[in-house]
């Protein structure tokens, strides 16, 4: 099974219009294209303008077929003008040889990952729903540590979240062509659940399980703040958190 994401920002006087686009058009379309067997929209409960597209593909030959394809084109035609304005600019001389400032396009970013280790026989995306939550653990793992890592996800991680109140289901996936990327999504009743998770100490004994399989730069950094020293890496955990706006799991 594959995991395809699209994340973008989207203006702050767009979003509304935006969900509305995804559910009645973004929705029906993934529907109909083959091997697609549901999307969900996330939107970040931090920064509310950056939301996150999550369809699910039986394969990455039918997910990497749909990236090409016109209707894919189409839809992304439809949604650039309501992304936000880009904060990057690029200089570059006119014809006229006077300097411009252009502010760079903005492209939604597209990330696909193989899903690796689930807590149950098939993935379910989660549909539309006022409370569902959705959190993802990003993390960087070292080549030499990655088996190591995906065994104590299988036998630590996954039967302890079934026993935490609130979390639907969890699953692993390794990200291509960053094969050393690999995110766990893990799907709560609310927003409550998925806090008092964060509080309680479980996933901070969960991640020092697996903590010795991260990358050697994270290593680094632990040990430079051992030292009283604070740094900030590309290769950190990162937590996302996400309130579930729309979605449908497609029937076969």
Same mark, same amino acid.
């Given at each position: 099974?594959?995991?395809?994401?699209?994340?973008?920002?989207?203006?702050?006087?767009?979003?509304?219009?935006?969900?509305?686009?995804?559910?009645?058009?973004?929705?029906?379309?993934?529907?109909?294209?083959?091997?697609? +067997?549901?999307?969900?929209?996330?939107?970040?409960?931090?920064?509310? +303008?950056?939301?996150?597209?999550? !369809?699910?593909?039986?394969?990455?030959?039918?997910?990497?077929?749909?990236?090409?394809?016109?209707?894919?084109?189409?839809?992304?035609?439809?949604?650039?003008?309501?992304?936000?304005?880009?904060?990057?600019?690029?200089?570059?001389?006119?014809?006229?040889?006077?300097?411009?400032?252009?502010?760079?396009?903005?492209?939604?970013?597209?990330?696909?990952?193989?899903?690796?280790?689930?807590?149950?026989?098939?993935? +379910?995306?989660?549909? !539309?729903?006022?409370?569902?939550?959705?959190?993802?653990?990003?993390?960087?793992?070292?080549?030499?540590?990655?088996? +190591?890592?995906?065994?104590?996800?299988?036998?630590?991680?996954?039967?302890?979240?079934?026993?935490?109140?609130?979390?639907?289901?969890?699953?692993?996936?390794?990200?291509?062509?960053?094969?050393?990327?690999?995110?766990?999504?893990?799907?709560?009743?609310?927003?409550?659940?998925?806090?008092?998770?964060?509080?309680?100490?479980?996933?901070?004994?969960?991640?020092?399980?697996?903590?010795?399989?991260?990358?050697?730069?994270?290593?680094?950094?632990?040990?430079?703040?051992? !030292?009283?020293?604070?740094?900030?890496?590309?290769?950190?955990?990162?937590?996302?958190?996400?309130?579930?706006?729309?979605?449908?799991?497609?029937?076969?």
């Amino acid at each position: 099974m594959f995991l395809r994401i699209v994340q973008g920002t989207i203006s702050a006087e767009n979003a509304f219009g935006f969900r509305r686009f995804y559910q009645d058009e973004v929705i029906p379309a993934l529907e109909e294209t083959p091997g697609c +067997e549901g999307a969900t929209l996330v939107q970040n409960d931090h920064s509310k +303008e950056e939301f996150m597209s999550l !369809s699910l593909w039986k394969d990455q030959k039918y997910a990497t077929d749909y990236e090409s394809s016109e209707r894919y084109k189409g839809l992304i035609e439809k949604i650039k003008p309501v992304l936000a304005d880009s904060s990057e600019w690029r200089v570059q001389l006119s014809e006229d040889f006077t300097v411009e400032y252009k502010p760079v396009e903005q492209e939604p970013v597209v990330k696909s990952y193989n899903i690796v280790e689930l807590d149950k026989e098939t993935v +379910e995306l989660p549909e !539309s729903s006022p409370k569902l939550y959705m959190r993802i653990v990003s993390v960087k793992i070292a080549q030499d540590k990655e088996d +190591e890592f995906q065994e104590l996800y299988r036998s630590e991680i996954l039967p302890t979240l079934k026993t935490v109140k609130g979390c639907r289901y969890a699953f692993l996936s390794q990200g291509i062509p960053t094969d050393n990327e690999w995110l766990s999504v893990t799907v709560w009743d609310s927003q409550q659940d998925g806090d008092d998770y964060e509080n309680s100490g479980v996933f901070d004994t969960l991640t020092e399980k697996v903590a010795h399989t991260f990358s050697s730069i994270y290593q680094w950094k632990m040990k430079l703040e051992e !030292s009283g020293r604070q740094s900030a890496t590309t290769e950190d955990l990162k937590v996302d958190e996400y309130a579930v706006v729309a979605g449908r799991t497609f029937k076969s």
